[in-house]
């Protein structure tokens, strides 16, 4: 089973739910988890959203954590489907359609710390904006933003760069864990906060930065199970941020717990996929 996740702070408690059951459904000790994911045909690819969404798009996983502006372009899937429950294939029904698989995401309701636009001049400034190249739903995000809340029209430009002295008129999109190390750097005179900014626009939205996907039927066979690891995960997100082997690197606690049980929601309810076809028709038909 090839799974492919996001390589962030904000994943732990997903990574550590699928060792623990892997772990549990072979009665290997913790430690023995990280062999397992191997061991026992389950390989788990951690990688930034924008690979990710790569592996999705090819066929390269059978279930990926995708960032929501990449779902829409998963070869068969529909848009209209974001409001229907998931059930297990049945292989004796039509072909197999990606769909998504699982009740939980990653996703915020109001403020989530780490996907931000940085600049030292106010909004109705802004000339320039770099996109963070690890980005595929963030850098979408800004876009329906600033044309149709802001009402500005920088130039955007792809960058690799967020360690960027920015000069005026200049912003930057950063997101992930390394915008914590950006905001202590140097204390950036206006600091947008992405998912409250959209939330504003919309009324009180919630907004999902990603959801897990099924890309091919193997991948949707396991949903049940990968279902029931998520939950776990997340009703243990403290012993997730020092217990998770696949991590990228350790973390304060403090921080982390309070990041995680405060900015991020994990539960991807009915308002949640609302906000998802709000922002799909946005990004689809802009306007």
């Given at each position: ?205 919630p907004f999902v930065f990603a959801a897990w996907v099924a890309c091919t039927e193997a991948g949707s066979e396991f949903a049940p199970t990968l279902n029931r690891a998520l939950a776990y995960g997340v009703e243990h997100v403290a012993e997730s941020i020092t217990g998770t082997v696949n991590r990228s690197r350790d973390f304060d606690v403090g921080t982390a717990y309070n990041y995680l049980t405060r900015a991020i929601k994990f539960r991807l309810d009915d308002r ?16």
């Amino acid at each position: 089973m090839r799974i492919t996740a996001v390589s962030y702070l904000n994943t732990l408690p997903f990574i550590y739910g699928i060792e623990q059951q892997a772990a549990v459904s072979s009665a290997l000790s913790t430690e023995e988890a990280g062999r397992l994911l191997a061991g026992e045909g389950i390989a788990l690819s951690l990688r930034v959203p924008a690979l990710c969404a790569a592996d999705a798009v090819d066929g390269k996983t059978d279930i990926a954590l995708v960032p929501t502006a990449v779902i829409p372009r998963i070869p068969g899937f529909s848009i209209s489907s974001v409001f229907q429950s998931f059930e297990p294939s049945d292989r004796s029904s039509s072909a197999f359609t990606p769909r998504i698989i699982t009740d939980y995401c990653i996703g915020a309701e109001g403020a989530v710390d780490t996907v931000v636009l940085l600049s030292d001049t106010p909004l109705a400034g802004i000339r320039h904006v770099y996109l963070d190249s690890h980005s595929r739903t963030s850098v979408q995000l800004v876009r329906v933003l600033a044309r149709e809340y802001w009402r500005i029209e920088p130039e955007w430009i792809d960058s690799a760069d967020c360690s960027r002295k920015l000069q005026p008129g200049e912003a930057m999109v950063a997101i992930g864990d390394k915008v914590f190390a950006l905001r202590e750097e140097h204390r950036y005179a206006y600091c947008y906060d992405l998912a409250q900014e959209w939330s504003d626009f919309t009324g009180g939205l919630p907004f999902v930065f990603a959801a897990w996907v099924a890309c091919t039927e193997a991948g949707s066979e396991f949903a049940p199970t990968l279902n029931r690891a998520l939950a776990y995960g997340v009703e243990h997100v403290a012993e997730s941020i020092t217990g998770t082997v696949n991590r990228s690197r350790d973390f304060d606690v403090g921080t982390a717990y309070n990041y995680l049980t405060r900015a991020i929601k994990f539960r991807l309810d009915d308002r949640k996929r609302a906000a998802m076809r709000l922002f799909w028709e946005k990004v689809i038909t802009p306007g």
